[in-house]
């Protein structure tokens, strides 16, 4: 490096060097600019003070001095490094890996390059490269731990553990007798633990068993040996050994859940499917009295056979666990208990026992049977429980008269509040569930998890047709419209708890996936590359390769499935609805000649690329200025947003295509999953694709023939399939042939009765009335009726959905159960309930403030 310049501005070269490694970036521009007067076309220097002024947030500039630099000096490693380097700041991993491969053509033993491209091979998942890397690395180096082990990692990644094994062995062959020292044990107790997993994952159980045993007294993380040990033990098929070990670790940790089924799997009594036979449970209930006796204070060994218990076995377990839950006033109890509805008759049991404690608190202040006195606040989450119960069961009436007296019991405990927003939620009244989100939200502001729930409440209720805004101070008319409803609002109550700067692209940074979810989803209805580095370092082998793999499935993830829903819905959206300027645009593009569309086209990109580069000057010049946060900490600048509304976003040529790519992620990694056939049908019904949007109604009953989903899919199947103009082209009297073939496979009637459906099923029945079969008038009468049956949607203006006040109301007879509205045509007129709660809507904009 520096090598063709004389001495003196050789070492004024080292230190530009060492300054950009200590962060001392004005000391490292002084020496470039020292160098540069003198030989003002440096290719090296040039690069490197572009490198600096990278790290100062002075990108255009880097790029430019990078470029020149590169551009007076190809022949050197030094210019194609930093010119990686500066891609891979901006995450353009791709083209680093170009830079740093022309590098290694010049200096093919560069071990500081070698081991930058080795990282981003690994982020880029370039498995066999990766191995060539780390063993090129390990060639050069062989004394050097990392590299042994980096060459391991990189054999398991490309799904050969045998030779990770093989290379492991080979680096403990080099090793002395009394290794390791003391300051490198941990280190290495994870590499052997790392290699038993490995023998462990390539089926070589018994060699993991010598191993472990062989290697005991290396092996510092004890709680990890037992575990892999048992589960080693358990593969074997030696049951006893492995059921042993279990309980030792239920001694250290006896609420740990995993260990309890771990005994019930080596004893044979676990069920994947929660069904056992009598004889199951009788010993079932024996294992659990006996470790209760042992672990008294254990909350698993006594929530966990409420799972098995059936009766009034069941009963009186679930009565033994909640009493001193309720008595602590534990707010998640019904959390704990909610995957127990899903069992039968257990729903009805858990509603006896509740209230049946609460007549029992109420008459004589004691739990049922017990002579000791309780403290009032036990009657209070007894309530709160039994409100929540009733929430989840869809009894909402009841479910807000409870939780309405607990308010009044208590008035100043935020969970009450927090629970009647979501009963609200659940019965379709969203803009009340905002408010009742931003009263408890207002109790105590220092509460992240408070300010969340709001958020989410606010984004949820965009779907009522007036908007109503709370908690946020809203200026002016012309603020107000900027925000977009309740959108800007959830935003404004968001970044309350996000650091000084750019406060909304702090949660983009974060991975905040439920806000970035739901503000997509509400808009619709309106990387861990150092990683690699530091854990090859650190020796936490088990926990890097879990991390790659478990990136590697991310498409597989529940976030990333809702993500790519909620694209292939705007696009199917945009092409529903193209925007008018990109239509005109199209119009304007399709008249002119071919080359002068590719003209016209090369000039768009080359503005927009003047415009985002004036945009980071700009930015560069207000970062000057103000480059230090309130605590005196540089801030780091964020990438220039030329389209911070996503208007250019949405003028895409063909937004079909676009979801399709979305479409076959899903398809490859989400199968199984209903939402992915509804797609499917809703996208290929748009592109005319007949067949395929068969084969997805076909997949839908196939999954789920009792869904309305699946129902109502079939119903716009047949209705677009009924319209179609009479077969002319052979393709088509194909396929009207394999239609016609198939109907009668396909049976008409794959729905339940119309009581089994919840309030989104009905808001979905009156879409499809409205948009596919265009009948506006049983549309309505549909909207009426479904209207008296949810009186607190707002989609449907029910009566209780926008009034100033509800009155308390205790009858409790005509309300419906389970969550079920019943057939609208089985209710007379005069049959609409009384009006309760306590909720207020806010109509009057200018009355909103910050609490």
């Avoid at 439920?514 to 209805?525: D, T, V």
């Avoid at 600048?637 to 790519?661: M, N, S």
């Avoid at 049956?789 to 989609?795: C, D, E, I, L, R």
């Amino acid at each position: 490096m520096g090598s063709s310049l004389p001495p003196k501005e050789a070492n004024l070269f080292k230190v530009i060097v060492k300054s950009y490694e200590t962060k001392q970036y004005k000391k490292g521009l002084k020496a470039a600019d020292s160098i540069l007067k003198k030989f003002p076309e440096h290719g090296e220097t040039l690069s490197m003070k572009g490198l600096t002024l990278n790290c100062m947030d002075r990108k255009s500039e880097a790029y430019e001095l990078v470029r020149r630099g590169l551009k007076n000096d190809l022949k050197s490693h030094v210019c194609w490094h930093v010119y990686g380097l500066l891609y891979r700041s901006d995450r353009e991993y791709r083209e680093a890996i170009k830079c740093y491969r022309n590098a290694l053509r010049i200096d093919p033993d560069n071990i500081e390059i070698l081991r930058d491209l080795s990282l981003l091979q690994a982020q880029m998942r370039d498995l066999s490269g990766f191995v060539e890397t780390r063993q090129q690395l390990l060639s050069l180096k062989p004394n050097h731990r990392m590299n042994w082990i980096g060459f391991a990692v990189a054999h398991h990644l490309n799904s050969n553990s045998s030779k990770a094994i093989e290379v492991l062995e080979a680096y403990e062959g080099t090793l002395e007798d009394d290794y390791p020292p003391d300051n490198e044990r941990y280190e290495h107790s994870e590499m052997l633990l790392y290699k038993i997993s490995l023998f462990e994952e390539c089926g070589m159980l018994d060699r993991a068993l010598e191993e472990m045993q062989k290697k005991e007294s290396k092996i510092v993380d004890k709680l990890s040996f037992k575990e892999q040990m048992a589960s080693v033990l358990f593969k074997l098929g030696r049951f006893d050994e492995s059921e042993s070990i279990y309980r030792s670790l239920l001694f250290m940790n006896p609420d740990n859940y995993k260990y309890f089924i771990a005994v019930q799997k080596c004893l044979g009594l676990y069920s994947d499917n929660g069904q056992y036979s009598a004889d199951d449970v009788e010993r079932l209930s024996a294992l659990y009295n006996s470790l209760k006796e042992k672990y008294a204070w254990s909350s698993a060994v006594k929530r966990i056979p409420l799972d098995f218990l059936e009766g009034d076995k069941f009963q009186e377990a679930a009565d033994i666990y909640v009493r001193p839950l309720l008595t602590k006033g534990v707010p998640s109890l019904f959390s704990d208990l909610s995957p127990l509805y899903e069992h039968p008759g257990k729903a009805n049991i858990l509603e006896q026992l509740f209230l049946k404690i609460e007549d029992s608190i109420r008459t004589s202040g004691c739990f049922p049977g017990s002579p000791q006195k309780e403290p009032p606040s036990t009657l209070l989450w007894t309530m709160f429980l039994i409100s929540q119960h009733y929430d989840r069961r869809g009894q909402y009436e009841i479910a807000l008269n409870k939780i309405d007296e607990a308010i009044s019991h208590t008035p100043t405990v935020i969970d009450l509040y927090s629970v009647k927003g979501k009963i609200l939620q659940h019965a379709g009244n969203f803009a009340a569930a905002a408010a009742l989100a931003d009263e408890a939200r207002s109790m105590d502001l220092a509460d992240r998890y408070l300010n969340s729930e709001c958020v989410m409440q606010m984004l949820q209720a965009d779907q009522g047709e007036k908007v109503m805004c709370v908690g946020v101070n809203v200026n002016s008319n012309a603020e107000f419209n900027s925000m977009k409803g309740m959108v800007g609002l959830a935003e404004k109550t968001a970044v309350l708890f996000t650091k000084d700067g750019d406060q909304h692209n702090n949660l983009h940074d974060m991975q905040c996936m439920w806000y970035e979810l739901a503000s997509g989803e509400s808009y619709f209805r309106q990387d861990q590359f150092d990683f690699h580095s530091y854990c090859l370092r650190k020796m936490t082998l088990r926990a890097y390769v879990s991390m790659l793999k478990f990136q590697d499935r991310l498409h597989a993830h529940e976030y990333f499935h809702k993500a790519a829903a909620g694209a292939i819905r705007c696009y199917m959206k945009l092409h529903d609805s193209p925007s008018k300027s990109s239509t005109e645009e199209n119009d304007e593009m399709s008249k002119l000649p071919p080359a002068q569309r590719k003209k016209l086209r090369q000039k768009q990109k080359k503005a927009e690329a003047r415009a985002k580069r004036e945009a980071e000057e700009k930015q560069e010049d207000e970062t000057a200025s103000s480059n230090s946060s309130k605590s005196g900490k540089k801030q780091n600048a964020r990438p220039v947003d030329l389209d911070p509304h996503g208007e250019k976003l949405v003028q895409i040529e063909d937004p079909l295509a676009e979801a399709t790519k979305y479409l076959k992620l899903l398809q490859n990694n989400s199968s199984s999953s209903l939402e992915t056939h509804i797609l499917s049908f809703e996208l290929n019904m748009r592109k005319q694709k007949v067949l395929l949007a068969f084969q997805a109604v076909k997949q839908l009953i196939k999954l789920d023939e009792n869904n309305p989903d699946s129902h109502r899919c079939l119903i716009k199947f047949f209705h677009k399939i009924n319209s179609l103009p009479t077969p002319g082209t052979d393709s088509e009297k194909l396929i009207c042939n394999v239609l016609e073939a198939e109907r009668p496979d396909i049976r008409d009637n794959v729905l339940g009765l119309v009581n089994e459906w919840q309030i989104q099923d009905c808001i979905d029945v009156h879409k499809l009335l409205e948009t596919v079969f265009g009948d506006q008038d049983v549309a309505n009468r549909w909207k009426a009726r479904c209207a008296e049956y949810f009186p607190y949607s707002t989609y449907f203006e029910g009566i209780k959905s926008a009034i100033a006040a509800y009155i308390v109301d205790h009858s409790l007879d005509n309300s419906p159960e389970n969550g079920i509205a019943p057939n609208p045509q089985l209710k007379s007129e005069g049959e609409i309930g009384t009006l309760n709660g306590t909720v207020h809507i806010v109509d009057d904009l200018s009355s909103l403030s910050i609490r």
